[in-house]
């Protein structure tokens, strides 16, 4: 079962902000969040009665700077999942000459859906064809993964 997904990327320009040469926070939330969202749908290729899944909460922590020209890895990993929900964990870490330094952790929540693509979403967005995934993860490959409800940050966002 597909349950971790890695990506890669370069702070540039237009991901800084005023304080340049610093990453802007949005910036860096959409990288987390679609290294999320690719973790979610390759989990879901196992599933035969689901094929999507949208993003339902974020908690994050944003623990160092990171400014243009740092190569940040991210690390997606499913971490938990219920009937119709998948939370997923994802690192982010500054790499260096010599060692890689966490820079921000997040954990999302994503719902699973059916038939996202033939559902018309600007017509009632608060109705989306909600369904259980039908997965389940292997407990064996998820020993020292925490339980998201557990998340102890200082610093949290929510959104979504």
């Given amino acids: ?6 990506t890669s990327f370069l702070v540039m320009p237009e991901d800084t902000n005023a304080n340049s040469p610093m990453i802007f926070g949005g910036a860096f939330f959409s990288k987390m969040d679609l290294c999320a ?3 979610a749908r390759r989990f879901l290729y196992e599933s035969a009665v689901c094929n999507a899944a949208v993003t339902h909460k ?20 499913v971490v ?14 500054r790499e260096t000459k010599t060692v890689r330094e966490l820079v921000a952790e997040g954990h999302f929540v994503f719902v699973s859906v059916t038939d996202l693509l033939r559902h018309k979403i600007e ?20 020993q020292d993964k925490p339980d998201l409800r557990q998340s102890k940050s200082n610093t949290s966002a929510s959104g979504r």
Avoid: S, W
């Fill in 80 to 93: 938990e999942t219920r009937k119709k929900a998948i939370a997923i964990k994802v690192i982010a870490e």
């Fill in 123 to 142: 017509d009632k967005p608060y109705l989306l064809p909600y369904a259980p995934h039908g997965l389940t993860l292997d407990v064996d490959n998820a």
């Fill in 37 to 39: 969202a690719v973790t």
């Fill in 58 to 77: 974020f908690e994050g922590t944003f623990l160092r700077p990171c400014y243009l020209g740092d190569l940040i890895h991210l690390k997606g990993q």
């Fill in 1 to 6: 079962m597909n349950t971790e997904y890695e």
